[in-house]
């Protein structure tokens, strides 16, 4: 399990996210174990004081700006430090590269990083990456980006079961493939809806059928106007998306992860209109009309082809009010129809 420490300036703004998500807080010398409520001082050892440092089960903070102090690191877990917190001040792959290698096991790694691109950056560094981050901002949006990367299983979209109301052929349009770098299981695809408010859980290309083969890591996801999720925050067309870019992935239970786009396939195909029902609000999407597009239910999947009234199917409520560019704004009034 990965640590994500956080030291912000401005606390008051992101206290809520940061008790909640975050395992340790940094302020000033001072480290603070949310679990446990446990303070420890976290010392700054220099080259030249360091060999008269009791650092066994200590946590340190150091840069790294040579090789002699990237020595000092591999010093410091040898002698038990518990807890290793490092900068660099030029170089930042190959320095953590040599420390992941050389201490992996002995003292816990923490990468110092300023937003969720460095943050995993630091995680997958010579594939095994370090034992976490120590993420210095203020900004919530860096926070909640970062969180999901660090600790993915901690950000749950809340999953409901609505009824099928009808569905309906209406022939052809463009719909859009998501190919992903990444393996998706039974249960696992993206949500997609014609309304923000409501979307459709549309199971990956998981199943094997006698014509083709599955490709697990596809979502056939339907209308290019449908839209999904870009982040847990806000949504996005699917014709927008391009290799390179990433998309969130969702389970029947509604955990989630990102995945990489590995490229967007639009094709003319015959589409499906699937009307469903919750909380008295009828939400819609469209999908290619074919039997290897399925849609999530609460034990399994069924193909669009064979849903039917009164079906369940698993849905996600977004946030109610409008959006503007994919952000919500609750207090908006937006008739979706």
Known sequence: MKELWIETSNQNTSSNLINQYSDVIIEG???TFLASNQESIVLSPSVENFENLDVQGKILRICISDKATENLIVKAAEKGASYLLISTVNWRVIPLENLIARIKGKSKLIAEVTNSEEAKVALE????????VLLRTSNLDEIL???????????????????????????NGARVCVDTCDLMSQGEGMLVGSQSAGLFLVEAEVNENPYVASRPFRVNAGSLSMYT???LQTTRYLQEFKAGDEVVIVNREGKTHKANVGRIKIEI?????????????LIKTILQNAETIRVVTPKGSKPVTELKPDDEVMVHLAAKGGRHFGVSVPDETVIEK
């Open 269 to 281: 195909r015959p589409l499906i209109l699937i009307e469903a029902q919750i909380e008295n609000k």
């Open 229 to 231: 999720l870009g982040d």
């Open 29 to 31: 010398d001072k480290a």
């Open 125 to 132: 560094t010579l594939e095994l990456g370090t034992d976490g």
């Open 145 to 171: 980006k970062t969180v999901a990367i660090v600790k993915p299983e901690a950000l749950k979209l809340e999953m409901v079961i609505a009824k099928i109301v009808s569905t309906k052929p209406i022939g």
